[in-house]
């Protein structure tokens, strides 16, 4: 079974500019997660889709961050413009329908902001 | 609302040695426990769950128990590995499958 697929791993871009990550959830899972995790720090829940609904994003920094989940598949979340505390790695995480369920992580991508 | 607490690192250990890390946690409801792992430039991985009180969840020679009464899933391993080098975290899920982190516990194992 294929895992949670995000791209692009690593990105580096100047203070001011935009950037968007992509991420495929593992095939049939309902919910998906975008955390960031600053160095150092524990994973911050971003937004929660449970299908192509917005289950929680109290923690999305809206003037700046914006995600969406067309067709209830796969998921871009936006930064734009970005700040230097923006740099982080970008967890996307998929889990399947149901309460308490395991939540699965891909590989991340890692943003640095110069 | 719920949150982890968990014992902060670093932590370094010599081979073989036994290894500890506390995690508590505060749930309304009746969560499931997690402990997910993060090895040097990935995501994290799960280890190890328990969805009910008593429970145990063990992998990799990596054990722990689900504990009610102190509201506790510490993390156990009776003799650690270089490999096992990286960064644990405790989590919980609700019944709204909403994770909560903590902050995570570095651990070094040296030969």
């Known amino acids: 079974e294929a895992g949670v697929a995000q791209s692009p791993r690593y990105k580096i871009i100047e203070k001011r500019q935009s950037v968007a990550f992509w991420c495929n959830p593992i095939?049939?899972?309902?919910?998906l997660y975008w955390y960031q995790q600053i160095l150092g720090q524990g994973p911050k829940l971003l937004i929660q889709?449970?299908?192509?609904?917005?289950?929680?994003d109290s923690q999305l920094p809206k003037d700046r961050f914006s995600a969406e989940r067309l067709k209830g598949v796969d998921s871009t979340l936006k930064i734009q413009p970005a700040k230097l505390e923006d740099s982080a790695v970008y967890l996307c995480?998929?889990?399947?329908?149901?309460?308490?369920?395991?939540?699965?992580f891909g590989e991340g991508s890692w943003l640095t902001v110069v | 609302g719920d949150s982890v607490t968990q014992m902060e690192g670093p932590v370094t250990l010599s081979e073989e040695a036994f290894l500890t890390i506390n995690c508590t946690y505060t749930?309304?409801?009746?969560?499931?426990l997690f402990w997910y792992v993060q090895y040097p430039g990935e995501g994290l991985q799960l280890l190890l769950k328990?969805?009910?009180?008593?429970d145990k969840g063990s992998n990799k020679g990596f054990e722990a128990t689900y504990r009610k009464e102190t509201t506790s899933f510490h993390l156990e391993k009776g003799s650690v590995q270089v490999s096992d080098s990286a960064v644990y975290f405790c989590?919980?899920?609700?019944?709204?499958?909403?994770?909560?982190f903590g902050t995570g516990t570095s651990l070094t194992v040296i030969p």
């Open positions: 995480a998929s889990s399947p329908q149901g309460a308490r369920n395991t939540i699965y």
């Open positions: 095939s049939g899972h309902a919910t």
């Open positions: 889709f449970q299908n192509n609904g917005v289950v929680d």
């Open positions: 749930a309304t409801g009746y969560p499931s």
């Open positions: 328990a969805t009910k009180a008593d």
């Open positions: 989590a919980l899920s609700d019944t709204g499958n909403q994770f909560y």
